[in-house]
């Protein structure tokens, strides 16, 4: 998806903010999960679920739902580069985006320009697909896999 | 993937990939949400959460949580902070970084030597560029990171952004 038309910012005021904040957290495992993170906010659960429904409707936020651990799911995942030629920018983007195993790509300040991650259905499968971008671009794909993760709090405090 | 058949409760066919299936469409918004997957998955509500709870302590899901699109919160200074650090401070450095409330995400990733250097990746977002690097600036004082070589990677433009069921933020 091209993002690169920009939609004016969504607003959110205090309230809202509380909330994407809280829930970056997690929602707790319980019968009432609203109600109960609705009580932390000092908010009512109906203003809690009324102003959830307009954060997704308005794209702010994306669905509610589990936060998988690729690796242990048996996905192979990872984050590559490629330095592209200016000339040939456009013609790469396409064809590494034609990936269905390209999930972000992002254009960098860097001499390698293109940013990718990949995310497969196995392990092996990221050899085999950076082999077949390699082939597709006559480029060299730069692989660079996560060793370790440090885990932060608050994934994008608003 | 397969997962251990069902705790001990026998009503017969309890299908916890339908669960999976469901739990990936994202919990509803309504009073009783558990409840609300139950009924769609044959299960009770108690079991939906046994089998959640589980995933969650097994470390398959490592929560229920949503995703904050930044892009439409007008967060566009997307910044890819990169540190060549000693193999014997990474650790504890990317501890330290991933404490800093300005610091989104933190990965020791491979090198790719000689063209990459880099081992340790940070995300830093911000409305504007300068307030990116002057958070980035606190950090490198704060941290005493003066004499790691870094480099700043503000994104450009994105191609391409597909949070798929693995991929749900930006990965440094």
Request: charged fraction near 25%.
């Amino acid at each position: 998806m091209n993002v690169a038309h920009r939609p004016k910012p969504a607003k959110l005021d205090a309230a809202d903010r509380r909330i994407v904040n809280r829930l970056q957290q997690g929602l707790p495992l319980v019968p009432s999960p609203y109600a109960a993170v609705a009580a932390e906010l000092s908010l009512s659960e109906g203003e809690l679920l009324y102003r959830l429904e307009r954060l997704l409707e308005a794209g702010v936020l994306s669905r509610f739902g589990p936060m998988y651990h690729a690796e242990r799911l048996g996905g192979g995942l990872t984050l590559a580069a490629l330095e592209v030629p200016e000339a040939d920018f456009e013609r790469v983007t396409e064809t590494v985006n034609a990936f269905p195993e390209v999930a972000h790509n992002y254009r960098r300040e860097h001499r390698l320009n293109m940013w990718f991650v990949l995310a497969t259905e196995t392990p092996q499968r990221i050899a085999e697909v950076i082999e077949a971008i390699e082939a597709a671009t006559g480029l060299v794909v730069f692989n660079m896999p996560k060793q370790e993760e440090f885990h932060v709090r608050l994934h994008l405090p608003v | 993937m397969s997962l251990p058949s069902p705790h001990a409760d026998s009503h017969g066919e309890v299908d916890p990939q339908r669960l999976r299936a469901l739990l990936e469409g994202g919990l509803p918004l309504t009073e009783r949400p558990w409840q609300a997957l139950a009924e769609q998955c044959g299960m009770s509500e108690a079991e939906v959460l046994a089998w959640v709870e589980r995933w969650q302590r097994e470390g398959l899901i490592k929560r229920m949580g949503l995703v904050v699109r930044h892009h439409a919160l007008g967060i566009r200074a997307n910044a890819m902070v990169v540190w060549d650090l000693p193999d014997t401070a990474v650790a504890e450095v990317g501890r330290r970084l991933a404490a800093e409330p300005a610091v989104t995400l933190c990965y020791r990733r491979r090198r790719c030597p000689p063209e990459w250097p880099y081992n340790l990746f940070c995300m830093i977002h911000g409305t504007r560029r300068e307030r990116v690097l002057a958070a980035l600036d606190d950090i490198v004082e704060r941290q005493a990171l003066q004499d790691m070589p870094r480099r700043v990677l503000f994104s450009l433009k994105a191609y391409k952004q597909c949070g798929g069921r693995y991929i749900h933020e930006d990965q440094p």
